[in-house]
């Protein structure tokens, strides 16, 4: 910890859910004691995604070394089983955003965004909610956008790619497709978002308001706009140490790997009998099981999408 007492960039994956568990405070009955230890990443915690590829550098997003996924990895196995722990509520119950139905629905503070309204202690979560930190300090509250706890081999940020999309109605998809290409990838385009940010920024100074925080990044080394990003975020404490991993990050897999997405609707196909809700019923102690069939189903997939568009 900092002299804050906030964790800092070299806390580990043990030492999160440890915290989790120890700040948990599940008093739904008074609320205004209530912690949850952490919000988790929409709906799970994304252990398994991540770890592995902190632990070993061959590794990317959920153990995509290029070729396949390598979900019968112990380092894979270990980080669902912890994941499958956390995440039962019997035994951890309000360490984790889920909790008993009966609980969620007779009780009011549960049903919001509780690291926003303050009954959460952290969440995972990405950069696009920034404008939750800013409503908070605008509100007195101290929050903050501290690095993912990093593995053996390091901080290697996780990162979400983003896309653009353009209408099909529009008259003109050539010039569309090359605008969204400039203002995504291109150095000019950049520096023109900026120009944005920036005037809005200084508005927003002048008003005595807190700024719109620049919420995302590119994907290239531009000189001179990394300077630039670095301040229209300032003010969000603890970002700096994710920045200065940026160059070390490992992309997300959802919108461009054929086949992945198709994976995760098999995991969360209830007439699978490995799927996300069978596997959370049996426990930690299936994971193995639980992770030869997921191996060889990802990897058929992927295969397969990729086959079929030609590649």
């Known amino acids: 910890l900092d002299e804050n007492g906030y ?21 739904i009955v008074n609320t205004e004691n209530l912690v949850i230890g952490f919000d988790t990443w929409y709906g799970a915690p994304d252990f398994q995604q991540v770890w592995p590829m902190m632990n070993n550098t061959s590794y990317g997003y959920d153990t995509w070394d290029g070729t396949k996924f390598n979900y019968t990895d112990s380092e894979w196995i270990a980080a669902m089983q912890a994941k499958v722990e956390i995440d039962n ?23 919001t965004y509780v690291i926003q309204t303050g009954y959460a202690a952290m969440d995972i ?19 903050g956008f501290w690095p993912y706890p990093s593995g053996s081999e390091g901080l290697f940020p996780p990162t979400i790619l983003d896309y653009q999309a353009v209408s099909v109605q529009t008259a003109h998809p050539e010039e569309a497709f090359l605008l ?23 508005a927003a ?38 920045l ?23 995991v969360s196909d209830p007439e699978n009998p490995y799927n996300w809700t069978a596997l959370q019923t049996a426990g930690p102690t299936a994971v193995p099981t639980f992770a030869a069939q997921w191996n060889i189903k990802a990897n058929e997939l992927v295969a397969e999408e990729i086959a079929a568009l030609g590649a």
């Open 89 to 111: 509520f019997e035994n951890n119950l309000g360490v984790t955003s889920r909790y008993p139905e009966a609980d969620w629905t007779s009780t009011p503070a549960l049903q």
């Open 205 to 242: 100074e002048l008003a005595g308001e807190t700024p719109v925080y620049l919420d995302r990044f590119p994907m290239a080394d531009y000189p001179g706009v990394w300077d630039r990003v670095e301040a229209l975020v300032d003010g969000i404490e603890g970002i700096d140490y994710t």
């Open 244 to 266: 200065d991993r940026i160059s070390d990050a490992r992309p997300d897999l959802d919108k461009w790997l054929a086949g992945y997405k198709t994976f995760w609707a098999w």
């Open 180 to 202: 969204a290409k400039w203002m995504t990838f291109g150095q000019d385009g950049w520096n023109a978002r900026l120009d944005l940010y920036e005037e809005d920024k200084a």
């Open 125 to 143: 979560e990405g950069s696009w909610q920034f404008w939750v930190i800013q409503e908070a300090q605008e509100n007195g509250v101290n929050m």
């Open 7 to 27: 964790p800092v960039k070299d806390w580990t994956h043990s030492e999160f859910v440890e915290i989790a568990k120890a700040i948990t405070n599940y008093d």
